[in-house]
């Protein structure tokens, strides 16, 4: 049973920071391009960046400067660092797995990042 648990969601004030962790299990982790997706209230989720299985990095270009995201594949976990943080970050935090040979591709449930004073 595949299962991506994300942790790290809560609230911060503008400018402040967030860590988000997603360990996989179930999954050969490190074959898997990681990736983080958000949802605001009213909106389609988006893609906020992904790393590939060799390392490669791709952010969206409102959080490019911003966000860092890094996976350890010792630990079968991918992080996303979020510095300077807006109101306009808040949203669901998705974590996102895909192996796109085999078409196989999962999701989290989801962590509330919430950014407001």
């Known amino acids: 049973q595949v299962q991506l648990v994300e942790s790290g969601g809560g609230w911060v004030q503008p400018g402040g920071s967030l860590r988000l962790s997603c360990t996989a299990s179930?999954?050969?982790?490190?074959?898997?391009?990681m990736g983080w997706y958000r949802q605001a209230p009213g909106k389609q989720r988006e893609l906020v960046a992904i790393?590939?299985?060799?390392?490669?990095?791709i952010y969206a270009d409102s959080v490019e400067g911003r966000f860092t995201i890094s996976r350890d594949n010792a630990k079968n976990t991918v992080y996303l660092q979020m510095n300077s943080l807006k109101p306009e970050d808040t949203a669901v935090y998705y974590c996102?797995?895909?192996?796109?040979?085999?078409?196989?591709?999962?999701w989290g449930q989801g962590t509330q990042v919430t950014v407001s004073s």
């Open positions: 179930g999954i050969n982790f490190r074959i898997y391009a």
């Open positions: 790393i590939t299985s060799g390392g490669n990095t």
């Open positions: 996102n797995a895909d192996w796109a040979p085999a078409r196989r591709n999962y």
